[in-house]
């Protein structure tokens, strides 16, 4: 059901961005995009696991939820840059934006993103790459709430700085969930490679 939404609501935000030339709308789809990625990993991750002896099951999905927790919060780490870089030139030129559309489709990233959080809410601490789920459901509600301030502000002041200055705000949260996973994931990674040498000494 969340995977639905999330493609669902990915495809709306891209073409809206691309139709609207909106900014803010555009790191929300690359936000949603890496969100993606991650479920993608994660389901692969499972379906490599029902595979292995059931011995080592226990220490692959550790290493597994903390690979992945590592690429996603790189991937996010490079999805705020290039926004940032792209919200600076738009503050330069101020690009006309479509507004209405804008204020529609982040009125509903809203909703569906703060539905999302909702229901991830209870297992947001069970492991790694569902916290990181839980965490990008935040991150997403946070932009779009800020795509709709900034479309409210167009619409009814023709601020055309808005969008870009909602995008500089998005790429802040987004570069905090990164930083966050990545320290989860760094953390991970190295008790596991501590046990592992513990265990090889031992032996």
């Known amino acids: ?12 935000e891209l073409a809206t961005a691309i139709w609207s030339h909106s900014l803010s709308l555009l790191a929300g789809a ?7 990625l991650t479920l993608g ?3 692969i991750a499972a379906w490599v ?16 939820k903390a690979w992945i927790g590592l690429i ?3 991937s996010l780490g490079a999805i705020a840059l290039l926004i940032a870089l792209e919200a600076v030139k738009h503050l ?3 690009e006309s934006v479509a507004s209405l559309p804008m204020l529609l489709v982040a009125g509903l990233s809203l909703a569906v993103n703060a539905f999302v959080v ?20 935040v991150a997403d509600a ?11 502000v167009m619409y009814w002041f023709d601020w055309l700085w808005a969008d870009a200055a909602a995008s500089l705000f998005v790429v802040l949260v987004i570069s905090l969930s990164a930083l966050s996973l990545m320290k989860s994931a760094w953390h991970l990674l190295w008790q596991d490679a501590s046990r592992s040498s513990h265990e090889d000494t031992v032996n």
């Open 1 to 12: 059901m969340i995977l639905g939404l999330r493609i669902a609501l990915f495809s709306i």
């Open 30 to 36: 690359g936000h949603l995009f890496a969100d993606l």
């Open 41 to 43: 990993l994660t389901f």
């Open 49 to 64: 696991l029902q595979r292995q002896p059931l011995d080592r099951t226990a220490q692959t999905e550790r290493r597994w």
């Open 72 to 74: 996603n919060g790189i």
């Open 92 to 94: 330069q030129t101020n």
């Open 118 to 137: 909702y229901l991830l809410y209870r297992h947001r601490d069970r492991d790694l790459n569902l916290r990181g789920v839980f965490l990008h459901g």
């Open 142 to 152: 946070t932009s779009a709430l800020s795509a709709l301030v900034a479309a409210s």
